[in-house]
């Protein structure tokens, strides 16, 4: 059961989002239909109310009669989102160009709507694709080198589902890794989820841990981890497991600040150890330093996702993508193996992470 709190987080933060995504769509129908000079009023108004209700109708009709018609609506709708913040970028570009070169609103308006046309199709097959990246990390006091797969972000949920699974544990076990970890936000929480969408995990040749991310905090902990529980899949909830001389440290995911330094000032593990975390949102790097932490891995950005979100979430997570070294402790942040939201990736990847780590 959710608490009077959290319910009153998601009405606020629904309430906030469906103003901001009715503001963007507005200022989306208007000023291409200013551009192409259209003006039937009932039309517009029509759109832009469809445009705003789309997803999140669709998110409620799949999660609660899911179906094909659901299904395909929902993948249509959630397309719209990134469709539609790629024309808010143009246009808005678009703005900026005016005031120095003159140009025809009408050709204009059809130049825009090729453009994020084409961009949109790039996207969308883009998002098709998960490449592989190695990372090689120097790590103190270790024993044998030791290869470590990271997956982060999956989504797995109506567009996510079993089929791409596959895809990924094929991909990981041609790597042939010591270890698997996945860090958080395995789940979408958009759209019903059933045990068979998790099977390909057992699959996985080698052991796998899991910690949760925020979307987990949105299905309900406790659905995901009976969803979980016949798997392979080790869910290490703020606990310490060690193998082959090293310790894996999974955090559950909280928005709480000092989350991280309180929950790892209660775990006891050997400082003197390789201690590797899993914590899914790139944060709190400094604790981590503090007890002895030799590497963090995390996830929750996406890289952006789509740009120019891939530039804007910098201003929200300065560690956006990529290893990093922090005077001898290194973080590591996956753009993500699946998506959000729309089936889309502009300047950013699908990644399966292959981390190499050697002795310093």
């Not at 097959?125 to 190695?134: H, L």
């Not at 996830?299 to 290893?323: C, D, E, M, N």
């Amino acid at each position: 059961m959710l608490s009077m709190n959290r319910i009153f987080q998601m009405i606020i933060f629904l309430s906030v989002f469906l103003a901001v995504y009715f503001a963007l769509n507005s200022y989306v129908v208007l000023k291409l239909a200013s551009l192409l000079k259209y003006q039937n009023n009932a039309v517009i108004l029509g759109l832009i109310i469809f445009f705003t209700a789309g997803f999140p109708l669709a998110t409620l009709i799949e999660r609660f009669i899911p179906n094909l018609i659901s299904r395909i609506f929902y993948t249509i709708a959630s397309t719209w989102v990134g469709v539609m913040f790629l024309l808010f970028s143009t246009l808005v570009v678009y703005e900026i160009i005016r005031f120095f070169i003159k140009i025809d609103p009408k050709i204009a308006g059809m130049t825009i709507l090729i453009f994020v046309l084409i961009i949109s199709l790039i996207s969308i097959i883009n998002a098709f694709f998960v490449v592989v990246k190695d990372v090689e990390v120097p790590i103190t006091n270790l024993k044998e080198e030791l290869s470590i797969v990271q997956l982060s972000d999956i989504h797995i949920g109506t567009i996510r589902n079993s089929a791409f699974m596959n895809k990924v544990v094929e991909k990981t076990n041609k790597l042939d890794p010591d270890v698997v970890v996945i860090t958080g936000d395995v789940v979408d929480a958009a759209s019903r989820l059933e045990p068979e969408m998790f099977s390909p995990f057992d699959k996985l040749r080698a052991r796998v841990f899991f910690v949760t991310g925020n979307h987990e905090t949105y299905e309900g902990i406790d659905n995901v981890y009976k969803l979980l529980d016949n798997s392979k899949i080790k869910i290490l909830d703020n606990e310490v497991s060690s193998f082959d001389g090293i310790q894996i440290i999974g955090i559950e995911y909280s928005e709480n600040k000092t989350h991280l330094k309180e929950k790892l000032s209660e775990l006891n593990f050997d400082k003197n150890k390789p201690a590797i975390l899993l914590y899914h949102s790139p944060s709190g790097m400094e604790y981590a330093k503090e007890y002895g932490i030799d590497l963090q891995l995390s996830g929750h950005t996406h890289a952006g996702q789509i740009f120019p979100f891939t530039l804007l979430s910098r201003i929200f997570f300065p560690k956006v993508r990529g290893l990093y070294d922090l005077d001898g402790m290194y973080l590591y942040v996956s753009p993500g193996t699946g998506t959000w939201g729309p089936y889309m990736r502009l300047g950013s990847r699908n990644e399966i992470t292959l981390l190499k780590l050697v002795k310093k």
